[in-house]
Every structure is written in structure tokens, then in C-alpha cells.
């Protein structure tokens, strides 16, 4: 029953002697009756025998030289790679691991140090326009000439020049001043025991520290709610100069029991600067900036108002205020415009005059 | 006997050994494989190109025997050769002595030709192979042999027509029934070696290996009508 078919298919296992007994001895049955299948076997034998007879080629003349010469180039361009990157000196990958510590570190500690204020800051103000310049120009050139009166000149403004010359020269602190040098030695530039605070403490009264509009309007500016005497809200509603205001509140402090005092948070100084002109006015504001030394740390527009959050010396705020003022008037929302040496923030509303 | 006339040939190749050898370091299965090749491997992965050199001596006819039975072109064979050992010189370091270095060093072989012969058939849309016209690799073949003297002119020849229609014919197998007769009838690799270089269990070789006797039988009956 064999088929010369599967027989076949067998038989260069059988030549092999890859077969399992049973098979082997089935086709060996079949063999011994089958000529056309010995035949095969015949045959393929031959066909194996003649692949194991092939005569094995030789190389080519310098077959091995050839090879070995592509390795050697092979293994010079590996090396010189390699040595170019890491070798040429035996102390380049120290060198290159401190350098990259070094720059890692140094770069952490920039930004630990300065990070904020990076993320923070907004461009400094615009290029200043020919007006402004016109005026700046000469009060830097002034300035070398007149430091000593700059510091004879009193407290309250008289004129417009003055004011500004009160401005560029930080004023000396006044005998009336001094008790408020003292606050220079608290650990925070924005805490401070106010007589005021101690009325407020007794009275209560809560009122929100951006609210600046004489009408009465609930106008805010972004910046920390504080507490404000009856006093200086009654004034605040009465007298629209700010500058009258906060001697008001300057007047009603002393008066309180200094015994009463305790540490109060102070509010960050808020200023409202009303104008005729917005953009106009956000020039003079920030030629007075500049002036200053000052740090735009942020700028908004919200409706016609113009939001400005700087930095500035503390000693020199109160400078700085008088010299807002001969732009245009000024309300701030505190009664004292004294700060202690160190940058403040100071939140600073540009506003059209009603 | 042809392996142990290969081997002969090793050892007067590398008899007077100048280079002495490393033992690889903590390579067991070197050891239990018995691979001569390896302490010149172990050089040769350090950088050493001379140990190299003498791993290329030793294997280099043998590859080429090899690569000329897969393409079927000397001049090809040659240029695929050289590609493989300086693939297998790149390589060397993810060798880990697995197998015999030989088995590794014939399965980058292999490949190459795979890859030759598959860049060759996309650039010559299917050439049909002629019964009528003798593989390249023969002439060159058989001036080989005639310059390393023995037979006679007539005797080469004939010799070489019947190599160059064997050749024919192996070249019309089936890629993957060409690969395993080759590397089982003409280069002598065990079963297991053959698995591992292609990957393929060893009852899959075999009787691969047994389509392409057949297979080439048949072949060789066409051309020669008896073989007797």
C-alpha cells in the first residue's frame, strides 16, 4: 500500500537515517519492490554526493590583507570618534562632568535668586517720548549741583519746581520725621506699630484699603484689605487731596494712647493719580518711575484705569508722591507716607479726572 | 574529511601561534563548546586587530565558500565577505560566546548575502536564471583552481562545467532550501548550529533540508537527464 509518492518524500530522511525505525523499515519493504524508487535513491544519493565534491573556491590573491585593511581603517575611525569625544586629553571627562556640575549649580542658585523677580518683571518703561525727555534731561543734569538743598527743603511742597526737586534727591529726614527713622530697624519693610492701627483695633472698623474715590464710589484696586479709623473715612469722603487727607490722619493718630500700640499688619501703599489724559499720564507716571529708580513689576489696563504695581526704595516714597502730585492729584491709603529702607510695592492707579 | 582538512589547514595556518591566547574571561560555555576562536575573540574585543587578523585567516575561505554557494557570484561573494567580517569586527562585543564563534561569525554571512541578494533581485526585476549560462563565480573559480595546479587542464574543466551547473542549480532552489543545503551539504554545520543560525528548530531544518535534496535532484535531473 505504499505510495511511491509519500515513499519519496521520505527518502532523503532514510538516506540521513533520520527515520524512526518503523519508517525506515517500510521504506526499505518498499524499495526491495519498487525499481523507480531505488532509483530515486540512486539518484539523490548522487545529487548529495556531488554537493559534498564541490571544490571549494579559494580566496582571492590578498583577500586577507584587503579585509583586514578595511577593519584597521574601520577600527581608527571608531577610535579617533571616540578619542575626539571623550580622549584627547586624559582628564576631558572629569573636566567635562565638573563643568557640567558647575553650570548646573550655578545656574540653580541664579535662579533661586533671582527667579521670581525674572518672572515677574515686565518690560521697563517704554522708550520715553520727546516731552519727557525734554523734562527728565535736565533734572539728571541738575542733580550733581543741588543735593544740599534738596536737603534743606522742608516737608510740604510750596510749587510745582520744588516738588520735584524734592523728588530726584530723597529728603533728609525732618525732626518731626524721626520717630518714624526708628521703623527702619523692623525685620519687615511693611510692619509697623501705628498709632492709628490701635484706634482702629478699639473701633472695629473694617473698610476696605483701595477705596479712594471721593464720591464715595466703591472703586477697588487690587491690594490687601486693612482697617481704617472712622477718622480718615470720614476725611477721606470730605477732602479729595490726598495729601490733606493723610495729614488728617497724621493729626488724629498722635492723639490715640501710644501705650495701646500693637503690631498691626501694614498694608501695601496704594495710590490713585488722576489724570487728564490716561496714556499721557502713564508717561509722566513712568518718567517719575524712572526717575525714582523704580520696577514696574506688573502693569494692567481694566476698563479706562491703568494698574501699575512697582517697587521702590521705602525712604523714598514719600519723594516720589509730591512728585506725582504735580501730575495730577493724588490719593494714597495711608496717612503716613514713611517706609523703612528696603523696596516696597506700591500699587499705583492711573485714573481719567471725572 | 573535508572539515578535518579545514582544520589541518588552521593549524599550520596558526602553528607557530604568535599571538598567545587569552582565556575568556568567566566564559563557560567557551569552554564546554571548545571553540579555538576564543581567546582571540576575547583579544579582538578589546580592541586587538591582529588577533583579529587571525580570526579572519581562519575563517575567511570557508565564508567565502559559503557566500559563493548563496549568491552564486565570486566577485559579490568576495565584497559580501569582506562586508560581513567587518560587521562581525563591529559586533564583536555583543558576541557572547553563546555558540561557536564560527557559527556566529556564518550567521552574519547569512544575512549579508540575504540583504545582497535581496538589493540584487530589486535592481534586476527577476532575472531568470539560465540553465544555458554558467554562474559568474565559476570561471573565476576555475582559474583558481588551475592556478593551484593538480588536474589537468581538461579535467578542470570539465570539473568546473559540472560545479558551474551544480551552482545553476542551487541557485534555482528556494531562498530559505538554498540557505539550509548549503550550510548542512557543502559547509558541513551540525543541525544545531544550523538551528541557531536561523533560528529555526532543528525538525524544521531537517526537513527543509530534505525538500531541498529532493528539490536539487530534480534540478540536476534536468540538466544532466541521468546521474549515473
Known sequence: MNNCKDINNLLPAYLDDALSPSEKERVAEHLAVCSRCRQDVADLSKAVSLLHNLDEVEPPPFFEQRIMAAIREESRKKQSIWRRLFFPLHIKIPIQALTTVFIAVFAFLVYQKSGPEIKQMTPLPAPVTGAVKERIAPEISRQPSVPATAAQDGKAPSSASQGQNRGQFAPAPSAGEGKQDSLAAFPAPLREDHPAATALKDTGIAAEAGKFNAKGEAETISGPTVLSSPQSRKSKAAVPGAVRESRDMTAASPSLPAAEAVPVKRPGLALTIQVLEINQGLQDVEACLYRFNARILERRHRGEAIFLKVQIDGRRIAAFVRQLEDIGPVRTNVDRLEFPVGNAAVDIRIDRLP | ?228
Open chain 2, 1 to 228: 574529511m573535508r572539515k578535518a582538512k579545514w582544520r589541518d589547514s588552521f593549524a599550520t595556518l596558526t602553528g607557530g601561534n604568535a599571538l598567545p591566547d587569552i582565556p575568556a574571561q568567566g566564559d563557560a560555555r567557551n569552554r564546554i563548546i571548545g571553540d579555538d576562536d576564543a581567546g582571540f575573540v576575547a583579544r579582538s574585543r578589546q580592541g586587538d586587530t591582529e588577533a583579529f587578523a587571525v580570526l579572519v585567516r581562519r575563517h575567511q575561505k570557508k565564508m567565502l565558500n559559503m557566500a559563493c554557494r548563496m549568491i552564486g557570484d565570486y566577485d559579490e561573494a568576495c565584497d559580501v565577505v569582506q562586508e560581513s567580517f567587518i560587521s562581525a569586527y563591529r559586533a564583536i562585543g555583543k558576541f557572547r560566546g553563546d555558540s561557536r564563534f564560527s557559527t556566529w561569525l556564518g550567521g552574519i554571512v547569512l544575512n549579508q548575502a540575504r540583504n545582497h541578494l535581496r538589493q540584487k533581485n530589486a535592481r534586476s526585476e527577476k532575472e531568470e536564471i539560465s540553465l544555458d549560462q554558467p554562474a559568474r563565480f565559476a570561471q573565476k573559480d576555475l582559474l583558481n583552481t588551475i592556478r593551484s595546479g593538480g588536474d589537468s587542464v581538461i579535467e578542470c574543466l570539465e570539473k568546473k562545467e559540472l560545479s558551474a551547473k551544480i551552482q545553476v542549480c542551487i541557485s534555482a532552489l528556494d531562498g530559505e532550501q538554498r540557505e539550509v543545503l548549503v550550510l548542512r551539504d557543502i559547509q558541513e554545520y551540525s543541525y544545531e548550529e544550523i538551528g541557531d543560525m536561523l533560528k529555526l528548530p532543528e525538525g524544521t531544518v531537517k526537513s527543509r533540508l530534505f525538500r531541498a535534496r529532493n528539490a536539487l535532484k530534480e534540478g540536476l535531473l534536468k540538466i544532466f537527464g541521468d546521474l549515473r
